[in-house]
């Protein structure tokens, strides 16, 4: 999470940090989720970053406590960014391929607008990744959930 967070204050991309420090994409994007990583590539990693080789160290091997809460809430914030980008980028599909579509039933087939049925169906996926995003957490949410455990457990009042 610490690559993560150093590679984004600096505004680089994967492949961008990658090149800098003569790792592949894809070893950069498993060190980011959490796998472990080899001295070497956090020595490159602290180079590149210009930081000290131990604050790259994983926290097993430095004995530290379990993650704090802001670094669990830096995680949350990240989860929601990357369902956000997910949902920006199915939204432009949308829009792109319905343009599209429609450009092309109006030009060849006017009569029998098929292009409806797409809009209709692919919209409703979209509403639903959209409520899966942006819903409230009271709709289905962590704290809906706890309540549904205390209850089923006998604890609420």
Not at 144 to 153: D, N, P, T
């Amino acid at each position: 999470m610490l690559i993560q967070t150093l590679r984004l204050k600096r505004g680089w991309s994967q492949q961008q940090l990658a090149e800098a420090s003569g790792l592949s994409t894809r070893t950069i994007q498993r060190l980011e989720a959490g796998f472990p990583a080899s001295t070497e590539s956090l020595k490159s990693l602290a180079a590149v970053f210009e930081v000290n080789f131990s604050t790259l160290k994983p926290e097993s091997e430095m004995n530290t406590e379990i993650s704090s809460s802001s670094e669990k809430q830096e995680e949350e914030a990240f989860r929601y960014v990357r369902k956000l980008k997910g949902f920006y980028i199915h939204l432009f599909q949308y829009v792109m391929v319905v343009g599209l579509l429609t450009i092309i039933n109006i030009a060849f087939t006017p009569n029998h607008l098929w292009v409806l049925w797409v809009i209709a169906g692919w919209g409703l996926g979209l509403l639903s990744h959209a409520f899966g995003v942006f819903r409230p957490s009271w709709i289905l949410g962590p704290q809906w959930e706890k309540a549904q455990v205390e209850k089923r457990l006998g604890r609420s009042l």
